[in-house]
Structures are given as C-alpha cells and as structure tokens.
C-alpha cells in the first residue's frame, strides 16, 4: 500500500470518492471535465473508467454504489444525476435536475443527495429494476441556514440521514422513514461552540471523520480532517480529534479502505491562485485515534 495515489492527467482537480466492490477498490471523481477514475490501494496509480464529457459529464462530484451493481455520480454543473453499471460501465439511468447535486448516499432502497445552490434535501429510489429521478425529501428553506449543503451520510443505526451545511459551519440531521414521499424533521446537530464547513464525510464505526476548514482572520483558510462523536443518536456531538492538512492539497472528501482514511486532494486553493499542477493525488493516512 502507498501513502499517496497519483489521478493521471493534467487539470482534474478531483473532489469525490466511494469505495469499490473489492475490499481494495476505490473511485474518485473529477471535478473539472467529468471523467471518473478506479483505483485499487495496492496500485500507486489510478486508471481513466469512464472518460470525462460522455453523457453531458462535464463535472463530476459526490459518488456512491447503490448496492445493486451500479456506480451514483452527482454532475453538480453536469446538472444531471447519473447511474452506470459498475462491470461494463455502461449508463444506466440519467435524470436532469436543475439545481447543483453535490453529495450522495445510499441508505435503505433510497439515494440521499445534497443540492447545493437550494437548501433541499433530495431523495432518490434504487433497486433491482433501476434508479429513480431525485425527488424532494426535505426542504430547509425556511430554517436560518446558508443552502450550500455538501457531505452527507446514514449514521451508524441507520436511524438518521447527517449532512453538512457547509456555508452556514453546521451540520444537520433528519430521522429517516423508508416510506415513499415522507420526510424526517430536520435538526441542526448541537455541536457547541465547535464550527465545521463541513465537506465530504464518512463514519468509521461510531466515529465520523469530515474534511472542514475554518476561515483565519487574514482571509485565507486551514484544512483539517476533524473526528467527531455522539452519545444521543447524532443530536448533539463532540470533538474526538482535528488534524490539519496541507491547504495545497485542498482536501474535500474522505474514504474509508483497508484500515486507512482516503482523502482526495483537490488542489483547489492553488486552482484559484492559479498554482495548483499535476500530479493530483489521494493521500492515505492511518486510521487516527481517538
């Protein structure tokens, strides 16, 4: 296994990440011309899967499987949600949605995704037959929160859908019904005087990880991987742990493979200060402990 992972070409600034069927599979996502890449933890470097610009991929962002043989991508400005088939990568499903889907997960027969121009919650059906077109599951728009919605993830029990409100620093969750058409309530997760942009997220156990930044008094921003915990079902939560990363690497989101956390350097800091370069990579750093 290697400490990093080298994406090929040049301008991919990278931005999601699920793990594969194989136990040392993996796929990140390009933010920049849409393609999708494969990598395996026991391969320095990841392989082109599906080329970038097939099918209106112009961008692509959050990724889940749907447990049905089928890869989820999120298109953001794609202004898509695409399912292809994990063996022949063929496309399967393509539903159009006019707003910015950003994050995915799968939970129960439904696909949970974060729109992140309206502070909705989507919700899509997955199942043997086929992968329904997202629908509104919750709609925040009344609640004092900033609608740039990213990361999002079933808890442990799989009792409640958690997401991060990356604009407004606070993360939210809502009890999940596997009904057709119902919604939980959403509620903002009491976090105390702890602020996380939160961006992509995964749960290792009972612990969540979430690749955050918080904005420095100069105007510039620090990137850490932050660890958190709860004891009352993701109503309120504390801080296990907080590590930073590299602002170069501009990390957005995190994986969980063979015992070790799998963060994808988007290089968007330098990408705006006209510095970021090639090679772009996945960092894989030891399980932390907390």
Same mark, same amino acid.
């Given at each position: 296994?290697?400490?990093?992972?080298?994406?090929?070409?040049?301008?991919?600034?990278?931005?999601?990440?699920?793990?594969?069927?194989?136990?040392?599979?993996?796929?990140?996502?390009?933010?920049?011309?849409?393609?999708?890449?494969?990598?395996?933890?026991?391969?320095?470097?990841?392989?082109?899967?599906?080329?970038?610009?097939?099918?209106? +991929?112009?961008?692509?962002?959050?990724? &889940?499987?749907?447990?049905?043989?089928?890869?989820?991508?999120?298109?953001?400005?794609?202004?898509?949600?695409? *399912?292809?088939?994990?063996?022949?990568?063929?496309?399967?499903? +393509?539903?159009?949605?006019?707003?910015?889907?950003? =994050?995915? $997960?799968?939970?129960?027969?439904?696909?949970?995704?974060?729109?992140?121009?309206?502070?909705?919650?989507?919700?899509?059906?997955?199942?043997?037959?086929?992968?329904?077109?997202?629908?509104?599951?919750?709609?925040?728009?009344?609640?004092?929160?900033?609608?740039?919605?990213?990361?999002? !993830?079933?808890?442990?029990?799989?009792?409640?859908?958690?997401?991060? *409100?990356?604009?407004?620093?606070?993360?939210? +969750?809502?009890? !999940?019904?596997?009904?057709?058409?119902?919604?939980?309530?959403?509620?903002?997760?009491?976090?105390?005087?702890?602020?996380?942009?939160?961006?992509?997220?995964?749960?290792?156990?009972?612990?969540?990880?979430? $690749?955050?930044?918080?904005?420095?008094? =100069?105007?510039?921003?620090?990137?850490?991987?932050? *660890?958190?915990?709860?004891?009352?079902?993701?109503?309120? &939560?504390?801080?296990?742990?907080?590590?930073?990363?590299?602002?170069?690497?501009?990390?957005?989101?995190?994986?969980?493979?063979?015992?070790?956390?799998?963060?994808?350097?988007?290089?968007?800091?330098?990408?705006?200060?006209?510095?970021?370069? &090639?090679?772009?990579?996945?960092?894989?750093?030891?399980?932390?402990? !907390?």
């Amino acid at each position: 296994m290697f400490e990093q992972y080298v994406i090929p070409g040049d301008g991919v600034f990278p931005e999601g990440i699920t793990e594969g069927i194989g136990r040392h599979e993996f796929y990140v996502s390009a933010s920049a011309g849409g393609a999708i890449y494969r990598g395996d933890t026991g391969r320095r470097e990841l392989e082109p899967w599906l080329p970038g610009g097939e099918d209106g +991929r112009v961008s692509t962002l959050g990724l &889940a499987l749907d447990g049905h043989g089928r890869i989820l991508i999120c298109g953001g400005r794609s202004k898509a949600f695409y *399912a292809y088939n994990l063996s022949s990568g063929d496309l399967e499903e +393509r539903h159009e949605y006019a707003g910015f889907l950003n =994050d995915v $997960c799968v939970h129960g027969g439904f696909a949970y995704l974060t729109d992140s121009h309206n502070p909705r919650i989507l919700r899509a059906e997955v199942g043997e037959k086929g992968v329904g077109a997202p629908e509104l599951w919750l709609d925040l728009s009344t609640e004092e929160t900033d609608p740039f919605f990213n990361g999002i !993830v079933p808890t442990p029990d799989g009792s409640a859908i958690v997401w991060a *409100a990356q604009g407004s620093h606070h993360l939210w +969750r809502a009890a !999940v019904s596997q009904t057709p058409g119902s919604s939980g309530k959403a509620e903002m997760i009491d976090v105390g005087d702890l602020l996380i942009a939160g961006d992509g997220m995964v749960f290792v156990g009972d612990v969540l990880y979430i $690749c955050d930044n918080t904005d420095e008094a =100069d105007g510039s921003a620090r990137f850490w991987l932050t *660890a958190l915990t709860s004891s009352d079902g993701w109503r309120s &939560a504390e801080l296990a742990g907080r590590w930073e990363r590299p602002a170069a690497d501009t990390p957005t989101t995190v994986a969980h493979r063979d015992g070790r956390l799998l963060l994808v350097n988007s290089q968007f800091v330098g990408r705006d200060k006209g510095t970021a370069a &090639a090679p772009f990579t996945v960092s894989a750093v030891p399980l932390p402990t !907390v």
